[in-house]
């Protein structure tokens, strides 16, 4: 059976920093292209990094670049997202997701607060 488990998420100030993380079985780790999404109340669900299958190209989206960074273990099956100087808008459950042509999985999400 396929797992993705986000954890990392909680209580955090404006300007702190989380380390999300989540760990995948049930499927071959290192042929998946990884990517972290949000979602905010009411509002759609938004990517926010990518990572190809063997860790090159991390890419994020613009309102994350600088503050943010994914990375991936393929010995451990784990994608990371890196938070740095977090904001209010930040707050999200953030999801991931395992995708190649014809297979996609994800994670139940974890929610992220940013707040005083």
């Known amino acids: 059976q396929v797992h993705l488990v986000e954890s990392g998420g909680g209580l955090v100030q404006p300007g702190g920093s989380l380390r999300l993380s989540c760990p995948a079985s049930g499927f071959t780790f290192r042929n998946y292209i990884m990517a972290w999404y949000r979602q905010a109340s009411g509002k759609e669900r938004e990517g926010v990094a990518v990572?190809?299958?063997?860790?090159?190209?991390?890419d994020c989206a613009d309102s994350v670049k600088g503050r943010f960074t994914i990375s991936r273990d393929n010995a451990k099956n784990t994608v990371c997202l890196q938070m740095n100087s977090v904001k209010g808008e930040d707050t999200a459950v953030y999801y991931c997701e395992a995708v190649r042509v014809l297979s996609e999985y994800w994670g139940q999400g974890t929610q992220v607060t940013v707040s005083t």
């Open positions: 990572i190809t299958n063997t860790g090159g190209t991390p």
